[in-house]
């Protein structure tokens, strides 16, 4: 079956996933993080998808495809770094925390096997 968009990819749904999980658990974090913890962790957490979403959208050049995708994995290792602040903060259950950081490991290995062969990925859409 052809993916007809980035919502299709199981790396989407899987980095969707874990924000959608990090956003329900910082509902009760302090208000005091709310522009900084809080805020950081929802825009990187968000931004993953965003750029995968960017990346296919450019899937016509090989070359933005890698360079939006490579955005998308550098906001995964932002939000793994706040998930550690979060924990370490007292925010964020230990358990809690290694259940999004293990569930973002495929989100980087997906983003990593398309970068290093994006060719299946790219060129004209198939009809």
Known sequence: MAISGVK????????????????ALSKGWPR???????DQIRRSSRSVCKNMGEAWAKRLYPSHF????????????????????????GYLEAKASERLQEAYAPV???????????????GPAKR
């Open 32 to 38: 005091e993080e709310r522009f900084s913890l809080t």
């Open 66 to 89: 890698v360079s939006k995708l490579s955005d998308a994995h550098s906001e995964v290792e932002e939000t793994l770094i706040w998930l550690d602040f979060a924990r370490d903060g």
């Open 108 to 122: 980087v290995g997906g983003l990593i096997k398309m970068m290093r062969n994006p060719s299946p990925w790219c």
């Open 8 to 23: 299709g990819l199981l790396v989407f749904q899987a980095a969707y996933g874990a924000s959608m999980d990090i956003f």
